[in-house]
């Protein structure tokens, strides 16, 4: 595939946009048809190097924010369209699937195959993106099934969803004891919001409000039984209710959830800047800093940085408009990532599943087990695209409303080429000219542009078809 079917992006910094071309070059060889094992467009998204290559839940529900910037590419739904084929009478999807067999994955610890509940989401992101109603209308009613699987087998007495912690998926996280994962609930809470919003995009009031009530409700049960007025956190709780002490990276999920109030959430994004927490040199790590079991070599879940996690982290400062310090976030991680992939001392980097917290470089491995995979790029395309696209630049994208938000956070020479808006092809840059800074387009059809510049003029323009160039002064 030709590097000019991708949308060009335009930075200062030339190592940040050659990061992003070789994510979409390198992509390529994770689609595998699995009838064929070969590498195809048509196939899915998996990684290549698994000794039993599973379509998993979680990493392809992530792989749509990123997919979806590839101008049609790759089909951001595969995987998901996959998954849902596989749901079963009852409601359940499982977390993972055998590519070969189709078979689902499960063992001891996760006998049921539940994973994290975040397909209503993506599919959310993806109707912005892609325009497509009718897959709305027609997704709905597995993603329903779904959320009525989990409430008859998950939900207890108290109102909250009791799971197994292996399958929040943070495999050797310290969460001995966990009864209620503040993850899981939080998932269920982020699908409920998203799925109340499907149902208004369907003019369906009955099933918006349906998914209101929900989420209200769980919304209260975690502020009240899971927040921690002393440490200024959300933690997992044990089956008497209680708080576990450790404080990890799933303890910002309530964030993306828009769970905490203007007070709990300045007291939980204080942590990501206290080096004594979540604050470390490469952000975020998995495990708070003071947490005796923290790592600095990672060790999995000890301490390591992964990509789907900050990417959640970001996203949640983002709902609390905390745009800066989600800019500084992401750019900060891109360097380190930029780091394990040409390391200083001239040795052969790549890009990994997870990084080390504290230096840079890949995570170290505990035990045997391939840890952490390199070129994991249903993954990492959520650093070097998604964040790149969204809160390195800065631009915010909605086709069914017809909006594009840029949010500059400092002038600078960056933006967009030919990105593919439904037959739709358009390029916003910023640049320097004789008389200021300015902001050159050009589109196939109309849209609305609102630009939000330092914090201090936001305006919103209407974008003709064709060629146009604007002054920031001059706004």
């Given at each position: ?239 008497n209710e209680n708080y576990l002490p450790q404080k990890t990276i799933a303890g910002f999920w309530p964030l993306l959830a828009e769970i905490p109030n203007a007070d709990k959430a300045d007291a939980l994004v204080e942590h990501l800047s206290n080096p004594k927490t979540f604050g470390t040199e490469h952000p975020f790590p998995t495990l708070s800093a003071d947490s005796p079991e923290f790592s600095e070599n990672g060790e999995g879940y000890r301490g390591s940085v992964y990509p789907a996690l900050n990417f959640m982290v970001v996203k949640g400062l983002e709902k609390y408009q905390r745009y800066d310090l989600a800019r500084e976030c992401a ?145």
């Amino acid at each position: 595939m030709s590097k000019k079917d991708f949308p060009k992006i335009h930075f200062y910094d030339q190592d940040f946009v050659d990061i992003y071309d070789k994510t979409w070059n390198w992509l390529s060889d994770s689609w595998i048809d699995p009838k064929t094992n070969e590498v195809s467009n048509d196939g899915y998204f998996i990684h290549p190097g698994d000794s039993q290559p599973v379509i998993n839940q979680a990493e392809s529900i992530f792989s749509t924010f990123f997919l979806v910037y590839s101008n049609k590419n790759y089909a951001a739904e595969n995987n998901l369209d996959f998954l849902y084929s596989k749901q079963e009478q009852n409601g359940a999807i499982r977390w993972k699937y055998d590519i070969k067999t189709g078979a689902p994955v499960v063992d001891s610890e996760n006998p049921e195959g539940i994973g994290l509940p975040l397909f209503a989401w993506a599919e959310y992101n993806l109707y912005h993106k892609l325009a497509n109603k009718r897959r709305v209308k027609e997704i709905m009613p597995v993603l329903q099934k779904y959320m009525n699987w989990i409430e008859e087998n998950f939900k207890q007495e108290n109102g909250l969803y009791s799971v197994p912690p292996k399958a929040c998926g943070m495999e050797n996280s310290p969460r001995p004891n966990v009864k209620f994962p503040i993850d899981f609930n939080a998932c269920i809470a982020i699908n409920a919001l998203n799925m109340s919003a499907l149902g208004d995009i369907l003019n369906d009031k009955e099933l918006s409000f349906q998914y209101k009530r929900m989420y209200f409700g769980l919304k209260t049960r975690i502020n009240s039984y899971m927040w921690n007025a002393e440490t200024g956190f959300y933690h997992d709780l044990d089956e008497n209710e209680n708080y576990l002490p450790q404080k990890t990276i799933a303890g910002f999920w309530p964030l993306l959830a828009e769970i905490p109030n203007a007070d709990k959430a300045d007291a939980l994004v204080e942590h990501l800047s206290n080096p004594k927490t979540f604050g470390t040199e490469h952000p975020f790590p998995t495990l708070s800093a003071d947490s005796p079991e923290f790592s600095e070599n990672g060790e999995g879940y000890r301490g390591s940085v992964y990509p789907a996690l900050n990417f959640m982290v970001v996203k949640g400062l983002e709902k609390y408009q905390r745009y800066d310090l989600a800019r500084e976030c992401a750019i900060r991680h891109l360097y380190f990532v930029l780091e394990g992939l040409q390391p200083a001392d001239g040795s052969k980097g790549d890009l990994y599943e997870a990084y080390l917290p504290c230096k840079e470089g890949p995570a170290i491995k505990t035990g045997d087990e391939i840890f952490p995979r390199k070129r994991c790029m249903i993954t990492i395309g959520l650093s070097t695209i998604a964040l790149m696209i969204e809160n390195v630049i800065g631009l915010s994208i909605s086709l069914p409303r017809k909006t594009v938000d840029w949010i500059i956070p400092n002038l600078e020479i960056m933006g967009i080429e030919k990105l593919s808006l439904k037959r739709n092809l358009i390029t916003i840059l910023s640049h320097k000219t004789p008389r200021g800074w300015g902001i050159q387009m050009e589109s196939e059809k109309l849209y609305y542009f609102t630009i939000n510049i330092l914090d201090q003029k936001k305006k919103t323009l209407p974008i003709p078809s064709g060629k146009c160039s604007m002054l920031i002064d001059k706004l």
